[in-house]
């Protein structure tokens, strides 16, 4: 009787051994090149993983990735266990990394005062007739990393939820936030709503080493800095 070939699925290995997962739950950095392309064609041959394709292939060009992106379809093609589906998939995204290479990095506006906020955020919500309540993460070198809508409410106001914005603090490495919303009736004055909601974010970043540095509310024309006015 003839025995059962083992199956080399990616499915059936630990799922800590599994590149998807592997990348889900530990990062990209943590996987080699071999399991990267892996994820790319997700799946290899009746007697070989996809990983261990991918080590024969990189293996073909001295583990060089841009050796590996010079290959044509046709070349990739010869590979057991690679179709024209697989190889065009590995082309293209050899291709976006090349072309990632070429461009330049997208300058970081650095904040440097409430002035700069407001010309960050007035263009975004300084005109609208409703209310939006936004954030803004910066790194250590106080520069914007990303800036969120949180909430879009009536004229009488917003709701913010500070889990989602400290969850999405630490999602992006953030240490400074910025609240910014703004004002449709033109009044530069902080209601109490205002101020409540300061203080509980600015309490709930503190407990993650997260600061809180300014919350404006901005007006067609104008700006309310709570920092600049020492109420936070």
């Known amino acids: ?24 739950y530990k990062g990209k950095a943590a996987l080699s090149d071999a399991e990267l392309v892996a994820i790319l064609i997700g799946s290899g041959s009746r007697n070989e993983s996809a990983v261990e394709l991918c080590k024969r292939i990189l293996a073909s060009v001295d583990n060089n990735l841009s050796e590996l992106g010079k290959l044509s379809i046709k070349q990739l093609m010869e590979f057991k ?46 005109e ?13 070198s106080n520069k914007v990393i990303q ?12 709701l913010v939820d500070v889990r989602l914005v400290l969850k999405n603090a630490l999602e992006v490495g953030a240490t400074g936030l910025i609240l910014a919303h703004n004002h ?29 540095l300014d ?3 901005i007006t067609e024309n104008a700006y309310f800095s709570f920092a600049d006015e020492n109420l936070l």
């Open 1 to 24: 009787m003839q025995e059962k070939q083992p199956s080399f699925s990616i499915k059936n290995w630990s799922q800590d051994d599994q590149p998807r997962e592997k990348l889900l």
């Open 81 to 126: 266990g690679i179709g024209e589906a697989k190889a065009i998939t590995i082309a293209a995204a050899l291709e976006l990394g090349r072309r990632r290479r070429g461009e330049e990095a997208l300058e970081k506006k650095k904040i440097t005062s409430s002035t700069s906020v407001f010309e960050l955020m007035q263009p975004i919500i300084g």
């Open 128 to 140: 609208l007739q409703h209310e939006e309540f936004w954030i803004v993460y910066l790194n250590n």
């Open 147 to 158: 800036k969120n809508q949180l909430s879009k409410g009536g004229i009488t106001g917003t």
């Open 184 to 212: 449709p009736s033109g009044t530069l004055k902080p209601s109490e709503a205002d101020k409540q909601i300061t203080n509980k974010l600015k309490v709930a970043a503190e407990s993650l080493d997260i600061k809180v």
């Open 215 to 217: 919350h404006l509310i």
